[in-house]
């Protein structure tokens, strides 16, 4: 244990990462705080105090459930680093003989340890935090069924993966981890066709867009010169009151997916407005875009990956000593991950770049109006943070702040 210097380094790394974090946090905390007791300009007419109050308290009760999840987690990853990997390939060494099931044996157990570390952070988030502020919509054996289901599918769909990867690094020579990429660049294009019809209905129902929204979303993809597959809406109401919108998959097979909790929760033409905002995604081409680099992201990962894992130093120098080519691949990949908050922050500065864009492409389509008051309305019912620390909201927001999402609108007005 003293003797495994890759192992302090990646949690000095963590530590670090959990500084940066909590640091992060408090920062949030102070320009939370610094904004309760008055509504911005462009909300006040839709936002009232009470519901900027409740926007604070969550904000700060969010902050807290997500400090101590962060210590949880740097608390997980040191005894994983220091015990718990080489504890998992001993024990699955009880069981089974060298091979892919004792690897697959050693994924298993560590897969079901950290599931068993976040549950209690899903009971606390769903019923703790997400209940007392009106959110929650799901119930105790539901949330079960869900967990359950989940772990069945990971294990149905991740276990043939993992053991045809193993399968490759032990018998291929040469760079193995190339037809690895392959074979995930594969997934990640038949994924969203896969994920609609095969494993999304497992978990909501899927019906045809009522007509009061669909007729007019047809008129605006008529008007915009959209073809896609289906239009659907979704019981996203069975586990949270919150709403959202999506579209999915390619070319003309595309399907745009709404929330019944959004349909509820906004009139025609800002359900418009937000179909046009995800148009605008499709317009400007951020979703092909999106995939081409999580393609080349996915490449540079299964290098580093693929030449970690099998270095004969790489499990001595991490304290195993039970090696199995399962660790292997997840100190690799933890390795690898290292990279990764660098990696998050530069996809989020231009995931903010493509929010403005598909704002203006639907300002362009359907007027700045319905749109800015699609998001104000979004922001109150989700109680969002209008005015979020700047540096915070860098490093973890997909989506600009909404105030600066509507004051770019109404500048273009
Ligand atoms: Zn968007």
Known sequence: MIAAPLAWFCLGCSALMAGASLWLDRRQARAVRAGRGHVPAAFAETVSPEQHEKATSYALARLRLGGVERVAGLLATGFALLIGFDLASFLAGLVLPPGIGRSLLVFAILFLAQTAIGLPFLVWRTFGLEQRFGFNRTGPARLAR?????????????????AGLLLLMRHMRGPWWVLAWIALVAITLAGPAVYLRLVAPLFNRFRP?????ADPVRALLDRTGFRVGALLEMDASRRSSRGNAFVTGWGRAKRIVLFDTLIEAHPPAELEAV????????HHRHVLFGLFRGVLVLFGLCAAVGWLSVRPWLQPAFGIDHPDPALGLVLAMLLAGLVSPMLGVAGNALSRRHEFQ??????????????????????????????????????????????????ALQRAV
């Open 146 to 162: 869900d967990v359950l289901l989940r772990l069945l599918l990971t294990a149905a769909i991740g276990g043939p993966l993992l």
């Open 209 to 213: 867009l009522r007509a009061s929204v």
């Open 275 to 282: 179909v046009a905002h995800e148009l605008g995604h499709v």
């Open 358 to 407: 598909a704002d203006a492409f639907a300002r362009r389509m359907v007027g700045a109006r319905p749109m800015i008051d699609a998001l104000v309305r979004l922001a109150r019912d989700n109680a969002a943070t209008i005015v979020p620390d700047r540096l915070y909201s860098l490093v973890h927001h997909t989506h600009p702040p909404v105030l600066l999402r509507v004051a």
